[in-house]
């Protein structure tokens, strides 16, 4: 078995894929309202509109994405419409991580793994 992909619902699943977008992730596929599918390399990140989803828009799924300067992610985040909770949590030699809120009020984090 494998993972396949992981959606999040979204009441307007175009203005939250805008979000993404600006965070960098590509737009492979849209069917306008009902689902905005991003380019990945191994699981599919997709956003589905309350047509087309198994579960309420802002509630469950978690994402975390791996970023190389949470500093600029932060800022890059803010910038299309996050709001950011908390300070940046230390990890140690494991990295360093954020709780993010995206603009349609799902939880998110950033993730940067420690050097060396």
């Keep these: 078995m494998k993972l396949k992909q992981v959606y999040l619902s979204a009441h307007e699943p175009e203005g939250l894929a805008r979000f993404y977008e600006a965070l960098g ?5 849209v069917d306008a309202g009902k689902w905005v ?10 956003i589905a509109g ?3 989803s198994v579960s309420s828009p802002a509630r469950g799924a ?16 803010r910038a299309a419409g996050a709001e ?5 949590r230390d990890m ?25």
């Design 25 to 29: 992730l590509p737009i492979r596929f």
């Design 50 to 52: 309350p047509t087309e």
């Design 37 to 46: 599918q991003f380019s990945s390399e191994k699981v599919a990140f997709c």
């Design 92 to 116: 140690g030699s494991h990295g360093r991580t954020v709780q993010v809120q995206d603009p349609q009020g799902n939880v998110i984090q950033f993730y940067q793994a420690a050097s060396g």
């Design 62 to 77: 978690v994402l975390v994405y791996e970023t190389e300067d949470m500093e600029a992610m932060i800022e890059k985040a």
């Design 84 to 88: 950011v909770s908390g300070d940046i």
